[in-house]
């Protein structure tokens, strides 16, 4: 009999860390319910995600599916000049995924007969024994655990730390997905090996190729890409983050809703300012959005026996391709740490939490330092091993 087979533990939150973390503690026993705050399945809008050693173990180390099915690979990373010359390449192998490919892989594994839709959590109470989870719906729920795994606007983060909240970067994110076999024949030769950047002044994209709503084969992917422009707070980014029904996006504003004179203007821009092939892409886009850059990192990530991990504790800007790398390794911690804790979840949280938080804090410095160089003193050196992705800084 395991130590945690007599236990419950709710998480909330059903995406990538949420569910990361859900499978791990239903393998160390726990009897393990999710819920999510959305009615219906999550939708990543294609948007693509570099593959880290820490978002695929559970892949590697425990599931049936083949990482290999879910996934696509280049061998180099390239920067473009404005003439489509490479002016730096190295060999280096990037494995990437879409959000949906592996959210939906991950769902399979844990199954949907204790994955709840629409229960969206509103707060928790706390005794030595029992922490339960409170729901606008009226519905409370008891567990021995509670991991809130529910992402940059969690509900749960100013229990844990009051002062924290969102600090806007200065930029957004473009992103968007084109079909490979839309794009020119000298285009999908120059990048389908690759990720690429074009840098430029005050400014950078960067383009990858993931899987398809269909599979993996070279026919389904898509070009995807992220491309980070400064708008400074205040009525300029107010009025850009109002999608077309007048609704104000705070972290986002989805495909399908962003007014169309700002899509006019980024792609008019794009073919003006960036690498041709890079500037195809964008202006090829037929459904692009908005992710707004900011950051936020509360100071506690352990309370008894609730736990605040991924991007609900530390939500850090993409440039390093880590925040499902984070919200993965905060779960696999967390496992490590109820392993050797014998049953007792208020010690195995307090042991977890500070190398969490050293984590945190570290990739919180990376990324801002990256995107201060890209977006403020034009600093980013095609080649500079700081710049790399990773949840770990150079030599780890």
């Given amino acids: 009999m395991n130590t945690y087979d007599s236990a419950r533990a709710i998480v909330v939150g059903g995406s990538i860390g949420g569910l990361t973390t859900a499978l791990l503690l239903r393998d160390l026993g726990f009897a393990v319910d999710i819920y999510e705050r959305t009615p219906t399945a999550l939708d990543g809008r294609g948007s693509g995600i570099v593959l880290q050693p820490d978002t695929v173990r559970w892949f590697t180390e425990r599931s049936t599916q083949r990482l290999a099915d879910l996934s696509t690979t280049t061998k180099y990373v390239q920067y473009l000049d404005h003439a489509n010359s490479v002016i730096y390449k190295e060999e280096r192998t990037w494995t990437y995924t879409s959000w949906g490919t592996f959210y939906r892989a991950l769902l399979a594994d844990f199954g949907t007969e204790h994955y709840h839709l629409g229960e969206f959590a509103c707060g928790f109470t706390q005794t030595d024994t029992t922490a339960t989870v409170r729901f606008v719906s009226g519905r409370e729920e008891p567990a021995d655990l509670v991991v809130f795994a529910d992402g940059i606007t969690s509900v749960a983060r100013q229990r844990f730390d009051p ?234």
């Fill in 163 to 396: 002062d924290t909240s969102l600090h806007y970067s200065g930029y957004i994110g473009w992103r968007g997905t084109v079909p490979m076999t839309d794009l020119g024949d000298k285009t999908r030769t120059l990048m389908s090996d690759a990720i690429t950047y074009s840098v430029v002044p005050q400014s950078h994209i960067t383009l990858y190729p993931i899987p398809g709503e269909d599979g993996i084969a070279p026919e389904h992917r898509l070009m995807n890409y992220v491309w980070y422009r400064n708008v400074p707070a205040g009525p300029e980014l107010t009025e850009l983050l109002l999608d077309k029904r007048g609704f104000p996006g705070s972290v986002s504003v989805h495909p399908g809703q962003v007014q169309d004179r700002y899509i006019t203007e980024m792609k008019n821009t794009a073919a003006t300012q960036l690498a041709p092939a890079a500037a195809e892409v964008v202006t090829a886009t037929k459904t692009p959005y908005l992710q707004v850059v900011s950051d936020s990192r509360s100071a506690h990530m352990a309370q008894g026996r609730v736990a605040l991990i991924g991007d609900a504790a530390c939500s850090a800007r993409p440039h390093a391709a880590a925040g499902t790398a984070k919200a993965a390794a905060d779960g696999w911690a967390l496992a490590a740490a109820l392993h050797d804790a014998d049953g007792d979840i208020t010690a195995a949280l307090a042991k977890w939490e500070p190398g969490q938080l050293e984590l945190s804090e570290s990739l919180l410095a990376r990324v801002v330092s990256m995107g201060t160089r890209s977006q403020v003193t034009n600093t980013w050196t095609p080649g500079d091993p700081e710049l790399r992705f990773g949840l770990y800084g150079p030599g780890r």
